[in-house]
Every structure is written in C-alpha cells, then in structure tokens.
C-alpha cells in the first residue's frame, strides 16, 4: 500500500449515512468501499480511540489515499474484495461487528486518473479495472467476447439500445485492429449512438463495460448474502448504490426476516448536494438493522 496523495473525492449523503448509521463510541466498523476515506473519516471520530474501523477496498491506491486522511486513528487496512467479507473478519478473529458501509462503484480519483481507463473525456488505456492486481481488462472483454455477450452487457448493464449494433461494429473493427484505447472505443459506439441530450453517447456502454469488468453485481450479492454472519445482532448496515440493478438487489435484501429497514424509501440527495456534488444525483442510501 504505497503513500498515495490525499483523495479529492466528495462523500456522498454524508450527513445521513452517519444519522442514519450511528457509529458509537468503542464499536467496531467495517468500511467495505474505504476510497477516499470522506465517509470512513466521519466514522473513525464517532468511535474515538477505543473502537475500531476495519477498511477494506480492492483499489490499493485508494487505501494509499486513504491512509493520509486517517492518520492517527485506529483503522485496520485491508486490501480486498468485500465479497470475501466473512473471511476478511475471520482472518482478523472478529467474529462479528457493530456495523457495516458500502458505498458502491468508483472514486472520482479512479474515474479521473486516464490510466485506469474508466472514463472516456481522456484518453487512456481500456482497462476499468478497479483492482489491478486481478482480472481481465475492459480490452480482453471487448477483444474477445462472443458478439452476443457483449450485447448482453450493453443492454442488460448499461440498457442501451443500441446494444446489438454497437456489438456487431465491434466485431468488425476488432478484426482490423485489437482495441486498445479508450478513445478508440468511445469513438466507435459515438458513431452507432445518436446523441440526445448532453450526456456523451458513449457513456451507457462505458458504464456496462466497468459492471463487467468488475463483476460488480456478484460481489454485491456475495456481499449481501455474506452480511448477516458478519453483523451482531442490532448491528447496522448502510449501502450506497448508483443505479436501479445494484439498488434493487439491496431493497430485495433488505426485506428478509433477517433485518429491519431503517429506510422504507431510500435517502437520496438534496438539491443543495447535487448542485455542489453532481455524482450524488443518482446515489440512494438504505440502511438496515440486523434483527
Ligand atoms: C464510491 S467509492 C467510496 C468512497 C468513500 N465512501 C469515500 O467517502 O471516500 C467506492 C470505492 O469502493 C471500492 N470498491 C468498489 N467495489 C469494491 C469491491 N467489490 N470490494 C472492495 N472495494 C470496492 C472502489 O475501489 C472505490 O475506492
């Protein structure tokens, strides 16, 4: 985990994740999505000196990051997956904790840094993948998927519409020449999208591709399927997500005799916060007791 700059990322519904989560002195906190440590931060100081926050991410670059924030605390850094929660907690002879947060998807350091590949205003290599250390690049997917598949994930992750013929212009341009830049994919799905709005054409079929990649949907249900073992009993969990698939997971189980939801609608942003956190806009907050 090597000294990382301090994280520019703006937490989301800040105020209340740590209302509606209420961390108390001298309990015990796992931080799934550690990132930049804006949430993590606001957690460490309600548990004081005697508790403990246990902060996970599978971006080794983002745990850098979020050392430099939280110098001084008592903070536990784990490089990992959160689906691999249950065993993170016995590998630190924690059998539960007091409560749980995840806050899904990426940090704005990842999406701005080019050479991860997730964003398409600069160019970089195709890569999204949030931990580097593992798994196949957004390239090896676009390079070498059945033209069904990649449809697929265009439409089922990303709902675009065009899914099928951006699929086939793919394979057809795959056969000149492998994909290897961002650029080089976004200007191809910019000429099969029409554009409507202001939002880049490209963007669906980027977001599709980064679920993918990150097989972003199993390690959430991994995660909720692993989070009543890993919580006491009125223990809390809070989960952060960006979009209908990953919220209608946590709605779904957050409804199982195992919890009681503290949120019967999610929270979501003000206008305040959307106005100076643009990301927050699509962010809902549902937080759950454990039973
Ligand atoms: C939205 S950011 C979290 C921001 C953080 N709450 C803050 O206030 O700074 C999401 C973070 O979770 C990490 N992440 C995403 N999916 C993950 C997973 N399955 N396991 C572990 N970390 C994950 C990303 O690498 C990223 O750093």
Redesign the pocket.
């Known amino acids: 985990m090597p000294p990382q700059p301090e994280?520019q990322?703006v937490?989301?519904l800040?105020e209340e994740t740590l209302r509606l989560l209420a961390p108390q002195p001298g309990e015990i906190w796992v931080?799934?999505?550690?990132?930049?440590?804006?949430?993590?931060a606001g957690i460490v100081e309600r548990l004081g000196t005697s508790g403990r926050l246990i902060g996970?991410?599978?971006?080794s670059t983002?745990l850098g990051r979020?050392k430099q924030r939280l110098l001084g605390f008592p903070v536990t850094y784990v490089h990992?997956?959160?689906?691999q929660l249950g065993d993170v907690l016995a590998n630190l002879g924690l059998p539960t904790v007091d409560g749980i947060?995840a806050?899904?998807?990426?940090?704005s350091d990842?999406m701005d840094d080019p050479q991860r590949g997730l964003s398409f205003r600069e160019d970089g290599p195709l890569d999204m993948r949030?931990?580097l250390a593992n798994g196949q690049t957004a390239a090896d997917l676009v390079n070498r998927l059945s033209e069904q598949a990649l449809a697929d994930i265009f439409y089922e992750y990303g709902e675009e519409r065009k899914s099928r013929w951006v699929a086939k212009r793919i394979i057809e341009r795959r056969k000149e020449k492998p994909f290897e830049k961002t650029s080089e994919l976004a200007e191809l799905v910019r000429r099969c999208v029409p554009r409507s709005g202001h939002i880049d054409p490209a963007t669906r079929v980027f977001q599709a591709l980064r679920i993918a990649v990150?097989d972003?949907l199993g390690?959430?249900d991994r995660?909720l399927a692993s989070l009543p073992s890993c919580v006491r009993s009125g223990g809390r969990v809070g989960i952060?997500s960006f979009h209908s698939l990953e919220d209608r997971r946590v709605k779904l189980a957050f409804q199982r005799e195992t919890w009681t939801p503290k949120t019967k609608k999610p929270a979501t942003a003000s206008d305040a916060e959307i106005q100076r956190n643009p990301r927050s806009r699509s962010a809902k907050l549902r937080v759950a007791k454990r039973v």
């Open positions: 994280s990322h937490p989301v800040f931080d799934c999505t550690l990132g930049g440590a804006g949430h993590a996970c991410d599978q971006d983002m979020a990992a997956n959160f689906e947060l806050d899904l998807g990426f940090a990842q949030l931990d990150n972003e390690a959430l995660l952060i």
